[in-house]
Nanobody
Framework: QVQLQESGPGLVKPSQTLSLTCTVS??????????WSWIRQPPGKGLEWMGS??????TYYSPSLKSRTSLSIVSKNQFTLQLSSVTPEDTAVYYC??????????????RGQGTQVTVSS
């Protein structure tokens, strides 16, 4: 059974770049047909899809975040999220997830436990 675990700094200063890593166990990112995604949940709000990367390396981003977001596969078991020019509105619990599809309405069966990121000076 696949497991996903997010890691990264819990506190980021405004205007900096947020970098998170998702480590996958029980499966490989590069040898099958899944999409690997980042989603987030700001306090008091619903889940927001940020972007996805296919096993082939093709990327897909939310239009509202596209200019600030970058996903990469760094190894067969890790992929990353970079979000630039963060503001306090980027404060959220960030999740990595796996699915056979992607996008703002996709329901993910496999998701990490999430990591809290706070943007504050």
């Amino acid at each position: 059974q696949v497991q996903l675990q997010e890691s990264g700094p819990g506190l980021v200063k405004p205007s900096q770049t947020l970098s998170l890593t998702c480590t996958v166990s029980g499966g490989s990112i590069t040898t099958n047909y899944y999409y690997w995604s980042w989603i987030r949940q700001p306090p008091g709000k619903g889940l927001e899809w940020m972007g996805s990367i296919a096993y082939s390396g093709s990327t897909y981003y939310s239009p509202s975040l596209k200019s600030r977001t970058s996903l990469s596969i760094v190894s067969k078991n890790q992929f990353t999220l970079q979000l630039s020019s963060v503001t306090p509105e980027d404060t959220a619990v960030y999740y990595c997830a796996r699915g056979l599809g992607y996008g703002p309405r996709y329901m993910y069966d496999d998701r990490g436990q999430g990591t809290q990121v706070t943007v504050s000076s």
